[in-house]
């Protein structure tokens, strides 16, 4: 066996666990994109019934779904990121295999 057959079977391995992380990074982006889609409706709702209300309990859960919102969108910006980050190590290491 040579060096050259071991460094391939090394990046080979690489590839497999890369392409289970980006499948997992995949299923986790679709379920927020899922969930954000859901709480851009409650936040819209929930606007509309603190403008409606003009009450500070009203005016106070608009206030929450937003933040919710927010946080929900950082981390699908996050994901997002990493599937980006994923893709080009996946690249570089198929890059290595077939140089």
Known sequence: MTVHNIGDRFIERRLRRGTQTMRELRDELRITDEQLEHLVSEAQDKEVRAMVAETPDAALEHHEAQRHLEVIQRHRDRL????????????????????
């Open 80 to 99: 997002v990121a990493n599937i980006v980050e994923h893709e080009c190590r996946q690249d570089q290491l198929l890059d290595k295999l077939t140089d």
